[in-house]
């Protein structure tokens, strides 16, 4: 599947609202899950991957239907970005959860590494198929960073963290060699917690992400924010990332970033010079839908750093914990704004 040539190209970050009758939200909203949690799902286990295909075509259906030119599958499988792939590894202990301090500051559950990492068989490979099964647009599909995993992880058996990360960099070059092949257009690394530690990211972030990302040949994203702002209020959320420049160092071609909601000091951008960005356009912490010149607004102010051919407009992060309704009208939104600034561009 060939991108689309268009100028401002829109896109989301990855994940779309659950169905209701697919997973609790109620419960959901308590929580990001970093170990497995299975309570979520309201489907008995004999049929819940049919309604997680159901509920895929849906999220499909309604990212086509916004305008959306990128597209995913909404992460309907998913009881987190980053659990779905982390805990299905090799080595990972789920069964008797650790704890580590989470960005907020506050404790949360998380995989025991107890033995050497490693991925013995694919893990979204169907997802990636069914997608391309389901959809004539470019697929984007994403996976949780080397960097982020280390970080949602009790290390109980290498000797640093950089050991471990750089084997769960390993076993995401395999996943996504294998969703190359099965159909993806582009590959997205999901990154939120690079802020976490900065000066090990520093250290060996960059190395992860590029090992991470080693042959594959369609577009790479490496994707952060500073989290889901059902968990993160805004005025908890600085105006810049500690840790942008470093990832010019990276083999990714695009960084997306959150910007709307924080309001972030775009002159950022210019450390990224040489790579496209996904700008955050759409505020997932305020319940209203944006006026469509409003997103345009924030794509403008993006195209005073980035040039137009460089820039693809999306939500701040992944929208899994707003209503389908909210999300479904800020996407045509975000579709609608993109329109409004081309035509003033071309």
């Not at 309604?62 to 987190?80: F, K, N, P, V, W």
Request: a neutral charge.
């Amino acid at each position: 599947m060939s991108l689309p040539t268009h100028l401002l190209p829109t896109t989301v970050v990855g994940s779309y609202p659950q169905p209701d009758w697919l997973l609790n939200r109620e419960l959901l909203s308590k929580i990001v899950p970093r170990t497995r949690m299975q309570e979520l799902w309201r489907i008995p286990a004999e049929f819940l991957e049919q309604a997680q295909d159901d509920a895929t075509v849906l999220a499909i259906r309604d990212m086509e239907r916004a305008g959306i030119d990128i597209i995913t599958d909404g992460e309907m499988r998913r009881e987190s970005y980053s659990n779905r792939f982390a805990t299905a590894l090799e080595g990972m202990d789920t069964a008797n959860p650790g704890q580590v301090k989470t960005r907020s500051g506050s404790m949360t559950p998380v995989p025991r590494v107890v033995a050497k990492i490693r991925r013995t068989q694919a893990v979204e490979l169907r997802d990636m198929q069914f997608l391309r099964a389901n959809t004539k647009l470019p697929a984007k599909i994403t996976l949780p960073g080397p960097f982020t995993m280390g970080q949602q992880a009790k290390n109980e058996f290498y000797k640093d963290d950089e050991e471990m990360v750089m084997d769960f960099a390993a076993a995401v070059n395999a996943e996504a060699l294998d969703l190359q092949k099965g159909g993806a257009d582009i590959i997205q690394l999901d990154e939120p917690w690079l802020r976490n530690d900065p000066e090990a990211a520093k250290r060996y972030a960059v190395k992860a992400i590029n090992r991470a990302l080693q042959g594959i040949t369609v577009p790479t994203v490496v994707h952060l924010c500073f989290g889901y702002a059902a968990v993160v209020p805004g005025a908890s959320k600085p105006t810049g990332y500690s840790f942008l420049p470093g990832l010019a160092d990276t083999i990714a071609q695009q960084i997306s970033i959150e910007a709307a909601q924080p309001k972030l000091d775009l002159g950022v951008l210019k450390d990224l010079a040489g790579k496209k960005i996904m700008l955050g356009v759409l505020d997932l912490g305020d319940g209203k839908v944006e006026a469509a010149e409003t997103v345009a607004q924030r794509i403008r102010a993006g195209l005073k750093y980035v040039k137009a051919e460089n820039l693809v407009p999306a939500p701040d992060c992944g929208m899994k914990y707003l209503s389908r309704e909210v999300a479904f009208g800020k996407l045509k939104a975000l579709a609608d704004g993109a329109a409004i600034v081309r035509r003033e561009i071309s």
